[in-house]
């Protein structure tokens, strides 16, 4: 078995899309209206409509709904990059700080209120 993706349900397609591609710096790929990729450190994220899961009917998951779900990204220095995503930030839920376990994390919300991590291991 090999991972392939994590799937966001949006119904913000474009706004999610400029929202991933300032936090990881990377232009999505647009196969499809609906659908977008985000290729990073070999993960995909995948961002779509509702539209791409319609034919699961009362099962389809809802956009907006993830509230545990935490999408996290390594960065070499998290100070550093969250001051240059710092402007770009609705809902910071936590600035760069020094974990118990030593990472340094920030923290803060996607347009559809996911939960995302920004961090810095020890060195």
Do not use: C, H, K
């Not at 995909?44 to 099962?59: D, F, I, R």
Request: hydrophobic letters at 45%; proline letters at 9%; aromatic letters at 8%.
């Amino acid at each position: 078995m090999q991972f392939a993706s994590i799937r966001i349900i949006t119904d913000d397609l474009d706004g999610m899309v400029r929202f991933y591609e300032r936090v990881t710096g990377t232009t999505a790929r647009r196969p499809a209206p609906v659908f977008a990729e985000i290729v990073t450190g070999g993960l995909v994220l995948a961002l779509a409509t509702p539209a791409t899961v319609a034919m699961l009917g009362p099962a389809a998951p809802e956009p907006s709904t993830n509230g545990g779900v935490f999408l996290e990204f390594v960065v070499a220095d998290v100070d550093a990059v969250f001051a240059g995503l710092r402007g770009d930030l609705d809902d910071v839920v936590l600035p760069p700080t020094t974990m118990p376990w030593g990472n340094r994390s920030a923290l803060f919300r996607d347009p559809d209120r996911n939960l995302v991590n920004l961090f810095s291991r020890p060195a």
